[in-house]
């Protein structure tokens, strides 16, 4: 059975860091694109990042702040988090699929997500 566990979210204060991890289970994901969406309250899940074989795609409004990478032995995808901000406060959740884009409709398997709050 495949899953994909997310951990490493929490309460940070604006300008910090955290490093999300999301860790595959029940086959290997080495070769397929990995994405992190997020969904803040009353709001629309949204795409964030996304990593292929070799290359990464950012979200405007993270672009320059966070940064996805993967550990293939460790069937691992992270999401550092630098220069955090309130807007920033969703919860975050991981996800595999067969193309790497921005739609969620490319990715068939999902985390259960791990919130990230961050307090001005």
């Known amino acids: 059975q495949v899953q994909l566990v997310e951990s490493g979210g929490g309460l940070v204060q604006a300008g910090g860091s955290l490093r999300l991890s999301c860790l595959a289970s029940g086959r290997s994901f080495s070769s397929y694109p990995m994405g992190w969406f997020r969904q803040a309250p009353g709001k629309v899940r949204e795409f964030v990042s996304a990593?292929?074989?070799?290359?990464?795609y950012y979200a405007d409004s993270v672009t320059g702040r966070f940064t996805i990478s993967r550990d293939s032995a460790k069937n691992t995808v992270y999401l550092q988090m630098n220069s955090l901000k309130p807007e920033d406060t969703a919860v975050y959740y991981c996800?595999?699929?067969?193309?790497?884009?921005?739609?969620?409709?490319?990715?068939?398997?999902w985390g259960q997500g791990t919130q990230v709050t961050v307090s001005s």
């Open positions: 990593i292929g074989r070799d290359s990464q």
């Open positions: 996800a595999a699929g067969n193309r790497l884009s921005e739609e969620e409709k490319a990715y068939n398997y």
